[in-house]
């Protein structure tokens, strides 16, 4: 590649850019309700999504959510009062989608973070959000980003979550203090 770094980064920053500018004040309200009302809360996805997700169970954690990643050891069950978030980018993950009718049936709530609106899997959970990136989905074709395949999408999502966590921080009362206060000392 004979672009630069500088080229290369002004790119990837304006395609976030152009991210942002398509989600709406109010596109994180419903999971923003759904964290506040959890008893627990377990985040799930796979792959780089995955990775954003164990981003986003620490904060929560740092907030002093009861919350767990799927497939950990420690992951309890879920119930009633209890919220099941999913990451799918590209709209349809087939663990995502059993594991939302299992939360489901247990009497829990689940929640969808995509970047397809009209996704199969929206059918199966109570709350979506749409973060409106390039995913694995559709990376091909003349109107690309310039980072591959869903790195748009994770990135994004990883902000995305940050931004949440400052609307719930508001919201809980919490502060860098208080957060940080949970942060752990085993380093």
């Known amino acids: 590649m004979t672009e ?3 080229t290369l980064a002004r790119g990837a920053l304006a395609d976030l850019a152009g991210v942002f500018a398509k989600v709406g ?3 994180a309200d419903g999971l923003i309700e759904e964290i506040a009302r959890a008893k627990r809360i377990v985040l799930f996805g796979c792959g780089r999504e995955g990775l954003q997700m164990r981003g986003f169970a620490m904060r929560l954690f740092h907030m002093g959510r009861a919350v767990a990643v799927w497939g950990d050891m420690t992951t309890p069950p879920v119930g009633p009062g209890d919220l099941l978030i999913v990451s799918a980018g590209p709209g349809y993950l087939a663990t995502a989608e059993l ?3 299992i939360a489901r049936k247990a009497g829990a ?3 969808l973070v995509t970047a397809q609106a009209r996704s199969v899997l929206a059918a199966h959970v109570d709350t979506v959000t749409v973060i409106p990136a390039q995913t694995m989905a559709d990376d091909r074709g003349s109107n690309r980003s310039v980072l591959p395949m869903g790195s748009l999408f994770e990135t994004a999502q ?7 966590i400052l609307k719930l921080r508001e919201r809980f009362g919490e502060t860098a203090d208080t ?3 949970r942060h752990t000392n085993l380093e």
């Open 109 to 111: 709530r689940s929640a």
């Open 179 to 181: 957060m940080r206060a």
């Open 158 to 164: 990883m902000i995305f979550f940050e931004l949440v």
């Open 25 to 27: 004040d109010g596109a």
């Open 99 to 101: 594991l939302a009718d």
């Open 4 to 6: 630069s770094l500088t």
